[in-house]
Nanobody, 123 residues
Framework: QVVLVESGGGLVQAGGSLRLSCAAS????????MAWFRQAPGKEREFVAA????????NYADSVQGRFTISRDNVKATVSLQMDGLKPDDTATYYC????????????????WGQGTQVTVSS
């Protein structure tokens, strides 16, 4: 059982930056594909970014490409999301997720989820 705990959310003005972090425990961190998702009020949860086991590959939603950067530290068992150039449309609860299977890279089937951290971007 992997436990994920997010931190770093908050209120920021449009154009600003935030860095989200997710600490994992209970598993061998390097064995998991890690990702960030988000869910805005009244909308479905959507994929934001993913990073594979040893950070050889990353994947981003078109809406955040060039503004957000995902990274991981397998020693500290953390995954981070650096968010720059934030827009009001980025307002959402952001969730960290972990997947033990490689298929998650394609089908977004993640096994473990954090509780989420709120990001609010004011205009």
């Amino acid at each position: 059982q992997v436990v994920l705990v997010e931190s770093g959310g908050g209120l920021v003005q449009a154009g600003g930056s935030l860095r989200l972090s997710c600490a994992a425990s209970g598993g061998v961190f390097s064995r998991y594909i890690m990702a960030w998702f988000r869910q805005a009020p009244g909308k479905e949860r959507e994929f934001v970014a993913a990073i594979n086991w040893y950070a050889y590959n990353t994947n981003y939603a078109d809406s955040v490409q060039g503004r957000f950067t995902i990274s991981r530290d397998n020693v500290k068992a953390t995954v981070s999301l650096q968010m720059d150039g934030l827009k009001p449309d980025d307002t959402a609860t952001y969730y960290c997720a972990a997947a033990s299977g490689a298929s998650a890279w394609v089908d977004n089937g993640y096994d473990y989820w954090g509780q989420g951290t709120q990001v609010t971007v004011s205009s």
